[in-house]
């Protein structure tokens, strides 16, 4: 325990009974949820922090966008604008939040890219300006109980699983560990290539005290470094790492196990780079003979502004892709489990 921690709990307390009050509401009837009648998949957690949402939204993404005409939507968390977007080319991050960003910035217009902060509001605009749109996925919609999502998927980190956390402002949980049982289907994210048979077990029991849904176990990948401005695509033996995410930390090992790191400059989540932010890049650089700099994927939309376009040419900059990890098997499960929801309400929709 920490010290500070008995001056916290009577928050703590009084965050959970707001929180399981709400709860309550919806789960009685006497809070409004709303179905719509094109499918919808919510990717969501239960913590604070980075979970590997995206990563996962783009895996759903990938793996149906050639069966389906699919729509994410997400509140545009950071975003400079209000209200409710669509992607088009002359939007930035700032325009739409980093996530949704990168995600238009990866698959285009093979998905529709939305953000908007009232989602209930939001989902009947995506169905005006996109009709043909036949599955939306939400990001980061786990407590927004307006949606009354067709299937829920909750993720949960390895290294920080709900179970082992607590409610605001103790620790980071949103709500209850007791909301678990509201999803259809639950992943550990960012599972270390050793997970053992028995460590999953021990892991999944902790998982049924909270929730009856199945459980997969994903890891991360990162893919080989990609050049962002630069003509220079030669990789080097050093980085300078650069990151501004919830939880670089397994970023930093990554990068640490395939290169030799002469330094790290870390921002905080949702960083906004200004012009001072990259010449003091520039410099680091300057600073380190024969190095490049290694930043995230999420880092790399940003430092791709036109602002910056004329510092960061002159140097080695990569951005270092991920993907969802997950098993063969555990992959099919789920989207076999997401196309059933679909075909289910096009069923229901026939009657």
Known sequence: MRWYDPFLYPFS??????????NSMFDSGKKRSTQFLIPTVVVGNLNLGGSGKTPMVEFLVESLKNNYRIATLSRGYGRKTKGFLVAEPYLGPADLGDEPFQIYSKFGNEVTVAVGEERIMAIPQIIYHRPETELIILDDAYQHRYVK???????????????????????????????????DLIIVTKCPK?????EKTLFENEIRKYADAP????????????????????IKKKAIIVSGIANDSLFKEEVGQRFEVVETITFAD?????????????ETVKKHDKAMVLTTEKDAVKLKDRAFHEYLVEIPIFAMPI?????????QYLIERITKTVKDKAYIREI
């Open 270 to 282: 949702h960083h906004r780079y200004t012009i001072a932010d990259v010449r003091r890049i520039l």
């Open 194 to 198: 050793s997970l053992s048979g028995h």
């Open 13 to 22: 307390l009084l965050y959970d009974g707001i929180t399981r009050y709400r």
């Open 323 to 331: 993907k969802v990890d997950l098993a063969e098997s555990d992959g």
């Open 215 to 234: 459980v997969l176990f994903a890891g991360i990948k990162y893919g080989n470094p990609e050049p962002l401005l630069s003509s220079d695509s030669k």
């Open 149 to 183: 999502a067709d299937f829920n998927v909750l993720l949960t980190t390895f290294q920080n699983p709900f179970f082992d956390d607590k409610v605001l402002p103790m620790g980071t949980l949103r709500e209850s560990a007791k909301g678990a049982n509201r999803a």
